[in-house]
């Protein structure tokens, strides 16, 4: 009975270092009795399992069933578990390089990010992974996946994904490395007078990044801007303030947080001179773009700076704190949810929810700017242009890039030829040698699948030729080049001189 006891007051004592009580409530079952229950059930486990098991262990598995009963978000870190998070945020870390989710108990791509293993090797947003290193993932925990995946710069893992419009799996032979995540991907004038800016997450130094890349761009001559956050997975909500405040005049509601204890409500305003007032901007976005990306989006959109030109955001409008528990462990927690200025709520499964709190409202909101324009919102960022995706590439070209053809092809022919510029054109000649080169890695494939995936081909040929002649820069000058998404935003800008032209030419009211 003593040793039940002491169990029982661990786990009291857990609860409390959460900030709970356990007091008996006379709405629901007495906690004390829970605890009782529970303590029964681990001394029988330690008694008669049919093999000897840790008490931590068992505690810890108890701690995180507790947490999945809360939603997908909220975890239990193991001291590791912790220290790697906190490597992320800061900008580096080991692993594979790309964000995901449980999306309807499947762990789920929502993006690579650019330069990094999961990137080269052509991982997707939607992506299912259904094994790690041939185990299956179903009803692995999302932490645990993501523990799986991350490892040791230069070992392997195979990831085994299911994508829309495949039929069979397919294997992704991954090699780990350090993630050192660059936030400004790219920046650079396109025309004369357009600054364009990628940018790929949230990590600690993005408000900076973005505020000298604008800087640099007006220098240059920049009068127009296009802020890229297309599969931007987010990241940290202070840099997600920052990046706004480059864009907002100071003393404006960039976002607000809501949760149920005081503490987790809170307003965050801008405070710096805006860079860009009264220019035109245009934000692309798509379905891959969330959480701080959103809060960027929602806060230009509601004070009418700029459009938002793409597809619907992914909904991720969760706010997580970090709370440690000792011994370098800590629990991450779903506090409060994300709604941008005008009182929309940006995580789609709760929007619903926030409205029947709020029926004066109903699914219809206005923006704080001069335009009063009214957005019905069920969740996310919806576009003020919808733009549709290009073709979906062909299976070749998946399982070319899968086993890195791609990279090997063009290093061998940039060492070649050492002469090419940045002029150079994919013609016959280099798609007739990549087919030969495609033909000696085993790559079973006929003719016409070849001639069918051509178009795509010719592109990620002179992506890749660009990237390794001249690096990242090389490789936007191209994308630039084929992007049809940059394209129209590009046309929509050249029509407008300001904020106000760009509205008007572009029909949105």
């Known amino acids: 009975m003593k040793r039940r006891y002491i ?43 049919v093999q000897e098991v840790s008490s931590s262990e068992l505690v810890r598995a108890a701690i995180r069933g507790m947490l999945s009963k809360l939603d997908h978000h909220s975890t239990y870190l193991t001291s590791k578990d912790y220290k790697e998070l906190k490597i992320k945020t800061s900008g580096k870390y080991g692993g594979l390089g790309f964000v995901v989710s449980k999306i309807a108990g499947i762990i ?37 996946a993501v523990g799986k995946m991350r490892g040791t710069p230069g070992t392997k893992v195979i990831l085994t994904i299911a994508r829309e ?20 991907m790219y920046f650079g004038l396109i025309d004369s007078n357009i600054g364009y800016i990628r940018l790929s997450g949230f990590s600690k130094g993005t408000g900076e990044e973005v505020s000298k890349a604008l800087n640099k761009l007006q220098s240059q001559g ?20 920052k990046v706004s405040d480059n864009f907002l005049p100071p003393g404006r509601l960039i976002v607000l947080t809501k949760g149920r204890v005081r503490r987790a409500n809170r ?8 860079k860009t007032i009264g220019l035109p901007i245009i934000v692309l976005a798509n379905r891959g773009s969330a959480s701080a990306s959103e809060i960027v989006a929602g806060a230009i959109q509601d004070w009418d700076l700029g459009l938002i030109v793409g ?17 370098g462990e800590a629990i991450k927690l779903t506090t409060a949810r994300y709604y941008t200025p005008s009182g929309r709520c940006i995580n789609k499964s709760d929007t619903l929810r926030f409205l029947l709190k709020n029926p004066t409202l109903g699914k219809k909101f206005v923006s704080l700017g001069p335009l009063k324009r009214e957005f019905i919102s069920n969740g996310a960022i919806i576009p003020d242009i919808i733009l549709e995706y290009e073709k979906y590439p062909p299976s070749l070209i998946t399982h070319i890039r899968r086993k890195g053809l791609f990279m090997q092809y063009t290093s061998k ?32 494939f006929i003719d016409s699948e070849y001639d ?17 002649k001249w690096g990242t820069k090389g490789k936007y000058e191209v994308i630039l080049e084929y992007d049809s998404w940059i394209k129209t935003a590009t046309e929509l800008l050249s029509k407008a001189q300001s904020k106000e032209e760009l509205f008007n030419s572009a029909g949105v009211k």
């Open 7 to 49: 169990i029982i007051v661990i786990i009291v004592i857990l609860l409390g270092g959460l900030g709970f009580w356990a007091k008996a409530d006379t709405a629901s079952e007495n906690l004390y009795q829970l605890l009782n229950t529970f303590g029964q059930v681990l001394k029988l486990v330690k008694q008669g399992y």
């Open 222 to 241: 920049a009068r127009k801007f296009i802020l890229d956050l297309r599969s931007n997975p987010g990241g940290l909500l202070d840099e997600a303030v």
């Open 311 to 327: 597809d619907t955001t992914f909904g991720k409008g969760s706010v997580q704190t970090l709370m440690p528990l000792g011994d």
């Open 452 to 468: 069918t995936a051509g178009v795509f081909i010719k592109r990620l040929l002179k992506q890749h030729i660009a990237e390794d």
């Open 267 to 274: 307003d965050f305003y801008s405070k710096s001179e805006s």
């Open 165 to 184: 419009g495949i039929d069979e799996p397919i294997d992704f032979n991954l090699t780990r490395a350090i993630i050192d995540l660059k936030n400004v």
């Open 108 to 144: 789920t791509v929502i993006s690579p990010f650019e330069g990094t293993p999961a990137y080269r090797a052509g991982l997707q947003p939607g992506d299912r992974i259904i094994k790690i290193d041939g185990i299956s993932t179903k009803g692995i925990e999302l932490d645990e």
């Open 413 to 444: 022919y940039v060492r070649e030829h050492p002469e090419i510029k940045k002029d150079f054109v994919v013609g016959a000649s280099i798609l007739k040698e990549f087919k030969s080169f495609l033909k000696t890695k085993e790559l079973k």
